[in-house]
């Protein structure tokens, strides 16, 4: 029901990666000495990479203040990569439902939608609690649902009718079909919300 950092994390990893894999390939031209002889101006294999004395090099006080913006910089990139991380439920807020916004706008709580689709699925059998989540706009709306059955459900035929009935009945009332839903279940020994499940004994005679 929470959303995860998957593209952003996708991105930066791809960054990394081309970053990583540029530095690899300059490190392997320098050391066989294609790099220096591709470019002169640059060090030569056998000689030292930096000559002379590092003090001097940091010495200024412009190459300190860059090293330093540098390095918070990238501190922040850190801070704001691993907040990121944390996972959100991101709901929509409120749907504005209009065809022409000059006949006029109507406004809808994407929460009372989410309600609703609750409580239709409260009633199919087996069903003992479930909570709907709608995220998106209102011309591209998601759906993510948590159902809840009781272990002895039939599975399949709650699908069913969650495809068959509960998500086109939102569809309908938002005028336009859902760019995407999810479903989550899980099973719980509880009674069902709606209807019963009788355990029978006997005896089978072919």
């Given at each position: 029901m929470r959303q995860h950092a998957g593209a952003l994390n996708r991105t930066w990893?791809?960054?990394?990666?081309?970053?990583?894999?540029?530095?690899?390939?300059?490190?392997?031209?320098?050391?066989?000495?294609?790099?220096?002889?591709?470019?002169?101006?640059?060090?030569a294999a056998e000689n030292p990479v930096v000559t002379g004395d590092l003090h001097t090099v940091f010495e200024p006080a412009s190459v300190t203040a860059i090293v330093l913006v540098a390095g918070i910089l990238l501190g922040a990139l850190g801070l704001l990569w691993i907040l990121a991380q944390i996972p959100r439920r991101n709901p929509a807020?409120?749907?504005r439902l209009h065809q022409d916004p000059a006949s006029g706008t109507t406004l809808c709580e994407a929460s009372v939608l989410g309600s609703a689709v609750e409580n239709q699925i409260n009633t199919l059998?087996?069903?003992?609690?479930?909570?709907a989540l709608l995220r998106g706009s209102a011309r591209e709306p998601d759906?993510?649902?948590?159902?809840?059955?009781n272990n002895r459900a039939d599975i399949q035929d709650i699908l069913h009718s969650i495809n068959a009935r509960v998500i086109p009945d939102l569809s309908t009332?938002?005028?336009?079909?859902?760019?995407?839903?999810?479903?989550?279940?899980?099973?719980?020994?509880r009674n069902p919300v709606s209807g019963s499940t009788v355990a029978t004994t006997g005896t089978v005679i072919y």
């Open positions: 990893l791809v960054i990394l990666g081309i970053l990583a894999l540029a530095g690899g390939v300059l490190i392997l031209l320098a050391a066989s000495g294609t790099l220096h002889a591709m470019s002169p101006a640059t060090v807020d409120r749907y059998p087996g069903v003992v609690g479930s909570s759906l993510t649902m948590k159902v809840t059955v009332a938002l005028e336009t079909p859902l760019r995407r839903t999810g479903i989550q279940l899980e099973v719980s020994g």
